[in-house]
Nanobody, 130 residues
């Protein structure tokens, strides 16, 4: 059964780092777009970063620019989100989504519209606290 799965979450102190992984079974990720979203308690899910793997194009939310880096490893069929300089406000459940769509490359679509993504993982908890 085709699915995507997140891993790598945990508890980290402010200023620390974590690397999240998104792996897929039943898909070859290099053909698609993978997005990272997060949902904090009491808040709506928001887009964090996305990568169009075939050409390496990337987008970031303003809140994470300069701190988070998205990357892909085609050999491992995985996408990573390296998170540095973590802040308490980064605390959330992080989800990766897979999109079959092609479209105008803009945060307006790829980070603001969850319906662009066809498959979602179950999420991984990231907690930033001292």
């Amino acid at each position: 059964q085709a699915q995507v799965e997140e891993s790598g979450g945990g508890l980290v102190q402010p200023g620390g780092s974590l690397r999240l992984s998104c792996t897929a079974s039943g898909f070859t990720l290099r053909h698609y777009t993978i997005g990272w979203f997060r949902q904090a308690p009491g808040k709506e899910r928001e887009g964090v970063s996305t990568i169009r793997i075939e050409d390496g194009s990337m987008l970031y939310a303003d809140s994470v620019k300069g701190r988070f880096t998205i990357s892909a490893d085609n050999a491992k069929n995985a996408v990573y989100l390296q998170m540095n300089s973590l802040k308490p406000e980064d605390t959330a459940v992080y989800y990766c989504g897979l999109s079959f769509l092609k479209g105008y490359w803009s945060t307006t679509y790829w980070l603001d519209v969850q319906d662009m993504y066809d498959y979602w993982g179950q999420g991984t908890q990231v907690t930033v606290s001292s």
